[in-house]
């Protein structure tokens, strides 16, 4: 609610800049102003009221709050609105990152609380080498332990992002790209996954069948996740998509895991 609010507030804020009276006389300004604080009130404060309780900092925004509805009910100077608006936005910026971070660590929380053993020894490698990728990873996570979620079509691309973004780490495109051998695939301008988990098997002296298993299964991952992504369902069918989307995406994370293992040397010595 938070982030609604500043978008709001900030084109209230870009209005009021806009007008050339030196006082705010027109009701309908007068009008915003008050409805934006009713909003902060009933929507916005009792989520921070919940995340962060009672503070001097929540305090000092209702401060800045009630200061705009007193402006609104009388003739006041334009720049005296800016003024409020421009700290009202500064103070709630900072509440709505707090709430957002709250949010991360709860999600975080209940992704590794369920995760097994295998599935955080991924995390915390990939929280150190790939936070994006480990980020994408601990979501695809949640959300299969989500009982009513009605779409894992974002699951899917959540862990083939963490594949992708854990290969464009350890084996970025000039580098792929700068071997005697290599040669684009047909259509594409830069390194595919599967050559980019060639590029780094090879590196690390791994056989042909290690990583053929390897690009086969990359593939796989890329065509059931793009098949998710574009999976068409009547309301008829919905009870019966969703459950065997949540069924491929499982596999989905498999095979991820199967090439995390693999790319990330964890069966054996860490990288």
Known sequence: MSTELIN????????LRKGRSINVNDQGTKDQSIALAQRYFSEARPAIIQNTGETEELAALDELWQRLVRLAHGNNYRRSYVNATTEIRRRLSSFN?????????????RSESGASVEERLLLETLDRLVPTAAASYRQGIDDLGQENRISFRGTALEFREALR???DHLAPDNAVMAQPSFKLEEKQTKPTMKQKARYVL????????QRETAEKTIILTEELAGEIARAVYNNASLAAHVQQSKSEVIRIKRYVDTVLFDLLELGGQSI
């Open 165 to 167: 973004e854990t290969l």
């Open 8 to 15: 709001a507030l900030d084109i209230f804020s870009a209005a």
């Open 202 to 209: 090879n590196s690390r002296g791994k056989n042909k069948t």
């Open 97 to 109: 990152i707090s709430l957002l971070t709250v949010g991360i660590v709860n999600a975080q929380k």
